[in-house]
């Protein structure tokens, strides 16, 4: 193994064994023996330590994230503020349970938290372990504050897979098959995407609203919950204008608008939140992934008047806001602001996608380049038409992982290829994974 390695990462690819390597393999192995057989096999390689956008495997592979573990660590891995918070907070103390004997982290965490988010309104927060956890907690807030039941939630959304998370998720397989019964109360309505409904933003949320006041009633609906860029379900950008328009009814309608910006949130699109792009002030945001480096934290974050309307002890969690948690937060932001991460996001979407728009016109298996900031992503379609190419996705993923570059497949048809690289990837390193990407692509076609 290469633990005793004490030399830096190094900031290139660089493979030095087949992939995955024996070290791996063997590891594989042990887990087949031991860990349920209900979690994705993504890619099989066996981390050992990383260091920015870079990787290195048990074999001493090094390879390209162009994943960050799906969003999360954008600020990039072991960056030194991130590591030198979180180990200062563990000698100091690891957990008290916010509940029984507060601290300070907790706190700012949440200070940072009304003031990133859009609106200049009173907000406060309350924090929790995983993005699941947050929409749970959002919709309690949201279903006591208005003292209605129904969700509305949109076609190849992605919330979570508790129970009441996997209800609101689209997607049947493989995150809902026969684990039902759902909760209740759910109603899904379509969602914008320009590259299949060919509607313009209000037009599209003419057709949502319309079904909402039709199938449910205005009155019943506590919450509309949406993700403002899809993340598992395609990274499906809504038409301009639909995001406004649906924000807009909500207020007319008493109906608690909640911004799921769990995948999209954090700076990833260039700002610190998508729904900034269109100038929407959501009533609930829900934070988690990119928050806090690699810890697990999520946050809900709302007006006051909703958030404050809950009972003390309505809301909490043994270990949510976990202060070493709240120590990566606090330096992750740091990072993000000190760093410019935001610009780097805006830049890196630049690169991205005139890269891809160039690979579009060379093949004939890319339907739809779609993104914002540093979260982009290719859906293969079968050629000259719109019918989804999972089986070509698959493909450009394996290709991708053989030549020791992580990326990652999403969408309801499994045919979109998303690029969530850390913030922090050169711009040698990403045109070394475009250029793999793009080999990848011609591969298949
Ligand atoms: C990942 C994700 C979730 C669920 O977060 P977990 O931490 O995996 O529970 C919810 N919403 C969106 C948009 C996500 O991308």
Same mark, same amino acid.
């Given at each position: ?17 087949? *992939?995955?390597?024996?070290?791996? @393999?063997? =590891? /594989? ?40 573990? *799906? ?5 990039? /891995? ?45 907000? @406060? ?21 208005? +003292? ?49 409904? +060919? ?43 639909? =995001? ?20 999209? +949130?954090?700076? @990833? ?41 809950? /009972? ?36 890196? +979407? ?19 380049? @779609? ?17 989804? /190419? ?56």
């Amino acid at each position: 193994m290469v633990s005793s390695l004490e030399s830096a990462v190094g900031e290139r690819r660089h493979l030095v064994t087949e *992939i995955p390597g024996p070290n791996s @393999r063997a =590891l /594989h192995e042990r887990r087949l023996a031991a860990v349920s057989s209900g979690l994705t096999v993504g890619f099989p390689v066996y981390i050992d330590r990383a260091e920015g956008a870079i990787l290195v495997d048990v074999d001493g592979n090094r390879l390209l994230d162009m994943g960050s573990g *799906i969003a999360v660590t954008s600020v990039g /891995h072991a960056v030194p503020a991130v590591v030198e918070a979180v180990s200062n907070q563990v000698a100091h103390f690891t957990h008290t349970c916010f509940m029984v004997t507060p601290y300070e982290g907790y706190v700012e965490v949440c200070e940072e938290l009304n003031s990133l988010t859009p609106g200049t309104h009173d907000k @406060r927060t309350a924090l929790f372990n995983s993005g699941a956890e947050a929409i749970e907690n959002a919709v309690k807030v949201a279903r006591l504050a208005t +003292g209605r039941s129904a969700v509305v939630v949109f076609e190849h959304a992605y919330h979570g897979r508790t129970n009441l998370t996997m209800a609101l998720t689209a997607k049947n397989m493989p995150y809902k098959d026969r684990f039902g019964p759902f909760a209740p109360e759910v109603y899904r309505v379509p969602m914008s995407y320009p590259f299949r409904d +060919g509607l313009s933003g209000a037009e599209a949320a003419a057709r949502a609203i319309s079904i909402i006041e039709t199938d449910v009633g205005s009155r019943n609906v506590a919450a509309l919950l949406i993700e403002p860029i899809q993340g598992e379900g395609g990274f499906v950008v809504p038409a301009d204008g639909f =995001l406004p328009a649906l924000s807009r009814w909500t207020s007319d309608n008493g109906v608690v608008f909640i911004a799921d910006e769990i995948q999209s +949130g954090f700076g @990833r699109t260039g700002q610190w939140f998508a729904v900034e792009h269109e100038g929407v002030v959501p009533d609930v945001v829900t934070t988690a992934k990119g928050l806090a480096g690699g810890m697990p934290l999520a946050g809900v974050t709302g007006r006051v008047e909703l958030m404050n309307a809950v /009972h003390e002890g309505g809301l909490g969690g043994t270990y949510g806001g976990n202060p070493v948690a709240a120590a990566a937060a606090l330096a992750t932001i740091a990072t993000l602001r000190d760093r410019d991460l935001l610009a780097r996001a805006r830049a890196l +979407g630049e690169i991205m996608l005139a890269s891809l728009h160039q690979l579009q016109r060379d093949v004939t298996i890319i339907g739809d380049v @779609r993104g914002r900031g540093a979260m982009v992503a290719l859906e293969l379609v079968e050629p000259g038409s719109k019918t989804p /190419h999972p089986r070509a996705a698959k493909a450009v993923v394996a290709y991708c992982q053989q030549q020791g570059v992580v990326a990652l497949a999403c969408g309801t048809d499994g045919n979109v290829i998303r690029l969530l690289p850390p913030l922090v990837i050169t711009d040698e390193q990403l045109a070394d994974g475009l250029g793999v990407l793009g080999a990848a692509v011609r591969s298949v076609q």
